[in-house]
Each structure stands twice: as C-alpha cells, then as structure tokens.
C-alpha cells in the first residue's frame, strides 16, 4: 500500500525545505483602543493621536505581511518573451540562475525553485498572497527575449508588504554576457536587502559555470525534462532520464570542467540504480567517475559536497559519510532545502525519526509548496510516527492550493485508514473531482487496492478486467497482475484459475529476481507467490533472506516493511508463533516509531490467520483509536 511518496526524483535543478505548517494563519491587524485619559489635556492628547493615524498610509499600517523576515525573497519564474517559445527552458534557466546566487548567501532567506513554478502565468499572480504563501517580504520577477546572439533581461524587485517597487533594471547584451547578467542581478539584489556577503559568498556569485554556451544548453534542456519528470504523475522516468542522461553527457563533452552538469550526471544516474539496481549497466560507476572529475575541480563547492552526500547515500547507504558531506554543503548552502531534506530521509532509515522530522519541517520552511517533500514527511514520518492528526492537517492546507491531487488525497485518505480504518475518505476520493487528471493507472491501483480492502471481489474482478494497470508498484515491491487476479479468483471460489494465474505471477517475480538476485524486495514479491502457492519452505526462506540483504540495522525504512512482509508470510504459511513474536517487536520499536497500524491489522487480509488469536487481538486493542 503506498503511504508517500518515496526518495525516487531528487530536483538538481533547485538551488542546488522547524514547523510543518505550510499556511500561517493571518497576523491580526493591531487595534488602536482607547483608555480613559486624564481630564487635562485630554482633547488635544485625542486630536494628536486621531492625526497620527491619518497621516499612516495605507501600506505602513501593520499587514498580514508585516512579520515576515525583511531579508527574505522568492524569485518567481521570468517571463518567456522570446520569439521561439521554446526557449523556455532559457528563461527558467535565468531565473534559476539568480536563485541559486542569492541562495548562497547565508544573510538571505531564499525559497527554492521548486516553490516558486506554480508561479508562472504573469498575469494571474497577486504578489501579497505570493508573498504571504511563501513567508517572505520581497518578490523579484522580469522577463528574459534571446534572439540569435543577444539576449535582453528585465528585472524588478518588489516589497510584497506595501506593493512598491524598490529596484529594476534592463540588460540588453550579447548572448555569451548571460552569466554576467544573472551575477549582476543577484548581487543588486542583496545589496537592495542590504544583506551581508561574505568574500567568499561575493566570488563565488561571480563564477561562471561554463563558457561553452552550446554546453550550457544542453544542461538546460536536461533539467528541463528532468523538472518535468518531478512535477508530472505517473511512470515513465527511466526513459526520460535517459534521455537527461545524454544531453549532460554532450555537455560535459563539449566542457568537460562543467561542474553543475557533472553533479547533475551524478545524480541522473543514482536515480536510475536507485529505481532498479542493474549491475549491467554500471550507473555507479558512471556517477563515480563523474563525481571524481567534478571533485577535483572544485573539491570546496557545497554543490559538490552535496552530490557526494546523494552518492555516499544511494549507491552504498553510508549514512554517516553522506550527513558530514552535508554538514559541509550547509556551509556554502544556507538557503539550500535539499540539504536538510537529505538529512531528513538519511536519519529515518537509522531510526532517528525526532531528528529527521525535525530536518524535513526545515527543508520546508525553504520549499513550502514541495509536494514531494509534504508527501515524505506527512506520509513516511508522521504515519510511522502515527502523527496522524497532524498528517492531516498539513494534507488538508495544502490541498487547499494544491487543488484536485489524487496522490496528496490517497495519502490522507490512507491516513483515516491507518488510523482509524475509515475508508470512506478512501471512497470519496476515488469518486470525486481528484479522478479528472489523475493518471489512470494510479487510479487503477487505488480503485483496486480500496476494494481488496473492502472485501469486494466482484468489484475488483470487474477493475482488474479494465485496460491499463497492468502492473503494481507497491513502493518498490513489484507485484505482477497475475497476482492479484489470482487473490481475487480464489476468493470467489475459482480455485483453478487463482492457481493458474499464481503460478504466472511466480514464474515472473523469479524472472526478476534471476536478474536481480541480490534485490531484497524481488526476492520478497517471489516469496509471497510462493505462500500462496503452498510452497512453505521456500517462501520462508525466500522472505528471510530478503531481510537479511536488508536489515534494519542497515535501513530501518526498507528493512521494516520487509519484515512486515515476512511477518504476514510467517502468518499465510501457518507459522503463528513467529508472526506474532514479529509483530509484538515491530509494535513496540524502541525508536518510536512503526510501521503497523490498527488500519491495517483490522482490514488487510494476510492477517486474517492470526484473528481471534489472544495475543494479536492485544495488539489491535491497543492501537484502537481513543475518542
């Protein structure tokens, strides 16, 4: 069952976000009231301050906006007003630019570029609401026209609290000039906020990342795609990072000293092992080597340092060699969200869950309208915590300017469940508006996973007959269709057709694990098929062997939901004994946190060999919800 949105897409093309609250109720204006003044002077005294008022304008009485840090800014996506609407990804890579200069100076607050792209329709913006959603005082927008070899920038800075604009200016150059540019319109910037530079943090916004700008296009237009790939539902990441893949490996060609693309190859091909290790394709090594080369030219850069804590995590889990990198990235990246979010997702796989809320509420102060980063901390630490109030409370404010989103509504949806196992948030949702853009296979899996809960075979016969869905990632544990049209036959009395189609969905997971024989979580879908099948003894040794490779020890995330998972083949297999002792363990985790919820154990069905049993009824009993 998915319950957030796990590590997947990393966004290198972000500056590169400690309270979870992602909408601050409004600051009351003051009231002026009045007290009983001595007789005396009391006329004049009243004339006075009736002056007084009047003479405040409208924009420096106190506003909603008047508690905002005053050196706090966000850079909204520029204007394309080029010819060729293509060069959209130009524009943004303009604008991302500046962020990331100013972001690197630690006197500023800066929100990540992630936040800002909502953004983008010029038109419809209102810069107070902008401003207050994002918790800052200033706003800088423009626009950017490249024509042939020139290029033309328009900038303007505004203070969101009283609508003025304090600063603006027009850059009409040459196109190689761009650099030149963005470094200008930083630095104006933090000397309009009147922020504090460092030697170090002024040379470092002068650098220029590359002089080739045939180069410098190509890392555009792989973020590009990448940043798609972040923001759209859905599959099909692989084949798009490839494609990244090969536009940064023609820009390091064309400039093998480009260090941002170089990071960012690091990083598209950890994706890319992280989402299915292939030992073939050599992504390790590949991001190794890129890392070396960007390491030896700027070995003191915290994005450097920062892609060296993403390989330290995903390509080994060395935990503690990824959060040194990233206590050095935090040095020249004070503004950077990434850096506590990394720390965030590291300290929960080592069962530090305080620490990683903690770090993940940070990372969105910087980024608050993440939606990946609200998944992550509502659906992974505040479920396992069984924080689940507050999960619903930061899902239900940023539903509110997210809108329609099938993923953010299945994970407060799924909440009430664990919770509470309520699932008519569940039965809502898969019925109302969040369906109209939502990716149909997403839909499938949501439509068909409510009903197996509900116990409604028919129904899930007649969703598993639709097109579409043919398969079912349950966070990285690949389940074949086969598989649940088998669960589904069976429980309609079909006993012929469940075994047939059983024995399909074994023949494919043990396809993968033959390809991946060291990947805990195939080895995991193989054994379920095999308790299911009967097949005691190998299903047992299967599953034990897949928490072997993955212990807790080595990553409480991964490790526990494989020992949940051996736990219900323990109970599907007859090994009451075992399941129970598992299960008595995971509930009482002394790291306070748990990935076993009432929701679960009252409705799942794998649990269904351990019910009436005294000491699994204890468990229910004590995570039932109190009124």
Same mark, same amino acid.
């Given at each position: 069952?998915?319950? /957030?949105?796990?590590? /997947?897409?990393?966004?290198?093309?972000?500056?590169?976000?400690?309270?979870?609250?992602?909408?601050?109720?409004?600051?009351?204006?003051?009231?002026? +009231?009045?007290?009983?003044?001595?007789?005396?002077?009391?006329?004049?005294?009243?004339?006075?301050?009736?002056? !007084?008022?009047?003479?405040?304008?409208?924009?420096?009485?106190?506003?909603?906006?008047?508690?905002?840090?005053?050196?706090?800014?966000?850079?909204?996506?520029?204007? =394309?007003?080029?010819? =060729?609407?293509?060069?959209?990804?130009?524009?943004?890579?303009?604008?991302?630019?500046?962020?990331?200069?100013?972001?690197?100076?630690?006197?500023?607050?800066?929100?990540?570029?992630?936040?800002?792209?909502?953004?983008?329709?010029?038109?419809?913006?209102?810069?107070?609401?902008?401003?207050?959603?994002?918790?800052?005082?200033?706003?800088?927008?423009?626009?950017?026209?490249?024509?042939?070899?020139?290029?033309?920038?328009?900038?303007?800075?505004?203070?969101?609290?009283?609508?003025?604009?304090?600063?603006?200016?027009?850059?009409?150059?040459?196109?190689?000039?761009?650099?030149?540019?963005?470094?200008?319109?930083?630095?104006?910037?933090?000397?309009?906020?009147?922020?504090?530079?460092?030697?170090?943090?002024?040379?470092?916004?002068?650098?220029?990342?590359?002089?080739?700008?045939?180069?410098?296009?190509?890392?555009?237009?792989?973020?590009?795609?990448?940043?798609?790939?972040?923001?759209?539902?859905?599959?099909?990441? +692989?084949?798009?990072?490839?494609?990244?893949?090969?536009?940064?490996?023609?820009?390091?060609?064309?400039?093998?000293?480009?260090?941002?693309?170089?990071?960012?190859?690091?990083?598209?091909?950890?994706?890319?092992?992280?989402?299915?290790?292939?030992?073939?394709?050599?992504?390790?090594?590949?991001?190794?080597?890129?890392?070396?080369?960007?390491?030896?030219?700027?070995?003191?850069?915290?994005?450097?340092?920062?892609?060296?804590?993403?390989?330290?995590?995903?390509?080994?889990?060395?935990?503690? !060699?990824?959060?040194?990198?990233?206590?050095?990235?935090?040095? =020249?990246?004070?503004?950077?969200?990434?850096?506590?979010?990394?720390?965030?997702?590291?300290?929960?796989?080592?069962?530090?869950?305080?620490?990683?809320?903690?770090?993940?509420?940070?990372?969105?102060?910087?980024?608050?309208?993440?939606?990946?980063?609200?998944?992550?901390?509502?659906?992974?630490?505040?479920?396992?915590?069984?924080?689940?109030?507050?999960?619903?409370?930061?899902?239900?404010?940023?539903? !509110?300017?997210?809108?329609?989103?099938?993923?953010?509504?299945?994970?407060?949806?799924?909440?009430?469940?664990?919770?509470?196992?309520?699932?008519?948030?569940?039965?809502?949702?898969?019925? /109302?508006?969040?369906?109209?853009?939502?990716?149909?296979?997403?839909?499938?899996?949501?439509?068909?996973?409510?009903?197996?809960?509900?116990?409604?075979?028919?129904?899930?016969?007649?969703?598993?007959?639709?097109?579409?869905?043919?398969?079912?990632?349950?966070?990285?544990?690949?389940?074949?269709?086969?598989? =649940?049209?088998?669960?589904?036959?069976?429980?309609?009395?079909?006993?012929?057709?469940?075994?047939?189609?059983?024995?399909?969905?074994?023949?494919?997971?043990?396809?993968?694990?033959?390809?991946?024989?060291?990947?805990?979580?195939?080895?995991?879908?193989?054994?379920?098929?095999?308790?299911?099948?009967?097949?005691?003894?190998?299903?047992?040794?299967?599953?034990?062997?897949?928490?072997?490779?993955?212990?807790?020890?080595?990553?409480?995330?991964?490790?526990?939901?494989?020992?949940?998972?051996?736990?219900?083949?323990? !109970?599907?297999?007859?090994?009451?004994?075992?399941?129970?002792?598992?299960?008595?363990?995971?509930?009482?985790?002394?790291?306070?946190?748990?990935?076993?919820?009432?929701?679960?154990?009252?409705?799942?069905?794998?649990?269904?060999?351990?019910?009436?049993?005294?000491?699994?009824?204890?468990?229910?009993?004590?995570?039932?919800?109190?009124?």
């Amino acid at each position: 069952m998915k319950h /957030g949105v796990r590590i /997947g897409v990393v966004n290198f093309y972000t500056d590169t976000i400690g309270n979870p609250e992602l909408s601050a109720k409004l600051r009351a204006r003051k009231k002026w +009231t009045g007290g009983r003044v001595a007789l005396v002077g009391a006329v004049g005294l009243t004339i006075a301050i009736i002056a !007084a008022l009047l003479a405040i304008r409208p924009w420096q009485r106190p506003s909603a906006l008047s508690g905002m840090p005053e050196k706090s800014i966000a850079v909204l996506p520029f204007e =394309n007003l080029s010819a =060729n609407q293509e060069n959209a990804f130009f524009t943004d890579g303009v604008q991302g630019e500046i962020l990331t200069d100013l972001a690197k100076v630690a006197d500023l607050k800066v929100i990540s570029q992630t936040s800002v792209m909502q953004y983008r329709n010029a038109q419809k913006r209102n810069l107070r609401d902008i401003a207050q959603a994002l918790r800052v005082s200033h706003i800088l927008e423009g626009s950017v026209q490249r024509a042939a070899n020139r290029v033309r920038v328009n900038a303007q800075l505004i203070d969101a609290r009283n609508d003025t604009h304090i600063w603006a200016e027009v850059y009409d150059r040459e196109l190689a000039d761009v650099f030149a540019i963005q470094s200008e319109i930083a630095q104006a910037i933090a000397n309009q906020l009147r922020a504090k530079l460092s030697p170090r943090e002024e040379a470092v916004m002068h650098e220029k990342p590359t002089s080739d700008m045939i180069a410098y296009d190509l890392y555009l237009r792989a973020r590009d795609i990448w940043r798609n790939i972040s923001t759209s539902s859905g599959s099909g990441g +692989t084949e798009k990072m490839q494609e990244v893949i090969r536009l940064l490996d023609d820009a390091v060609q064309r400039d093998p000293k480009f260090v941002p693309a170089l990071s960012a190859l690091v990083r598209a091909h950890m994706y890319l092992h992280w989402v299915v290790p292939d030992p073939v394709a050599g992504d390790v090594e590949l991001a190794r080597n890129a890392l070396d080369t960007a390491t030896r030219l700027q070995p003191d850069s915290g994005e450097v340092h920062l892609t060296r804590a993403f390989f330290y995590y995903q390509s080994s889990r060395d935990y503690t !060699a990824a959060l040194k990198e990233l206590a050095l990235a935090k040095q =020249n990246l004070p503004n950077s969200a990434e850096v506590p979010y990394f720390a965030g997702i590291i300290e929960r796989r080592q069962n530090k869950w305080e620490d990683s809320t903690r770090h993940l509420e940070e990372a969105l102060q910087l980024d608050p309208r993440n939606v990946q980063y609200i998944s992550e901390l509502t659906g992974s630490n505040y479920f396992a915590m069984r924080r689940y109030a507050d999960a619903i409370r930061v899902l239900d404010e940023t539903l !509110a300017w997210k809108g329609n989103d099938l993923g953010l509504g299945l994970t407060r949806a799924l909440m009430y469940f664990f919770w509470k196992a309520d699932l008519r948030p569940w039965k809502q949702l898969i019925t /109302g508006e969040s369906t109209k853009n939502a990716d149909p296979n997403d839909l499938i899996t949501a439509r068909l996973n409510l009903a197996l809960l509900e116990r409604d075979y028919h129904t899930a016969e007649q969703i598993l007959a639709s097109p579409g869905g043919n398969e079912f990632d349950d966070d990285g544990f690949f389940t074949p269709r086969e598989f =649940n049209e088998a669960i589904v036959a069976r429980a309609l009395g079909n006993t012929a057709k469940a075994n047939i189609a059983f024995q399909s969905a074994r023949e494919r997971a043990a396809a993968v694990v033959r390809q991946r024989p060291d990947d805990p979580k195939a080895l995991m879908a193989l054994a379920q098929c095999d308790a299911e099948l009967g097949r005691k003894a190998d299903a047992i040794r299967e599953a034990e062997r897949a928490t072997q490779l993955l212990p807790v020890e080595k990553d409480w995330l991964n490790g526990t939901q494989l020992l949940i998972r051996l736990t219900g083949i323990y !109970a599907q297999t007859g090994e009451i004994g075992l399941a129970l002792n598992l299960l008595e363990q995971m509930n009482h985790d002394p790291g306070g946190a748990s990935y076993i919820s009432y929701g679960s154990l009252k409705l799942d069905r794998v649990w269904d060999p351990l019910r009436g049993n005294p000491r699994f009824d204890k468990i229910v009993a004590a995570l039932t919800p109190r009124s």
